[in-house]
């Protein structure tokens, strides 16, 4: 089941790294929309944006369906949540670690190295 999760993973990020295709899932975010209605503010030939759909159906982020001659397509937002919560374990675990040093760097000095005259203090 892990193996599986971290392909599904892998696809999702893939898929993510491309502007255009961030482009297409936004406007899907605003509900569903056919390949033509997809392709029309890319500056990109319409069998370009089909292989982005691919990718991105691949990774399971777009659901495409037949409406008589019309390909529409619908976001699947699952793939998106969990990616969602594996970099949320990751920013817990970094700002856990983070607060840690920044409490370890403003405590007052424990361990202060003793001055050649066998005092704790700053020279001064």
Not at 13 to 36: E, M, Q
Not at 101 to 113: A, D
Request: proline share 6%; net charge neutral; aromatic share 6%.
């Amino acid at each position: 089941m892990v193996k599986y999760l971290e392909a599904r993973l892998d696809r999702t990020f893939s898929a993510l790294s491309d502007p255009t295709r961030r482009a297409i899932l936004a406007r899907l975010g605003k509900g569903a929309a056919s390949v033509g209605e997809l392709a029309r503010p890319f500056d990109i030939s319409l069998p370009a944006v089909s292989r982005h759909l691919r990718t991105l159906e691949a990774a399971g982020l777009v659901v495409q369906h037949r409406e008589g001659r019309v390909r529409r397509c619908v976001l699947n937002a699952q793939p998106l949540d969990d990616a969602a919560a594996l970099i949320e374990t990751y920013r817990r675990f970094w700002e856990s670690q983070l607060d840690r040093l920044s409490r370890f760097l403003e405590r007052p000095e424990e361990h202060e190295e003793e001055n050649t005259d066998g005092t704790s203090e700053p020279p001064g």
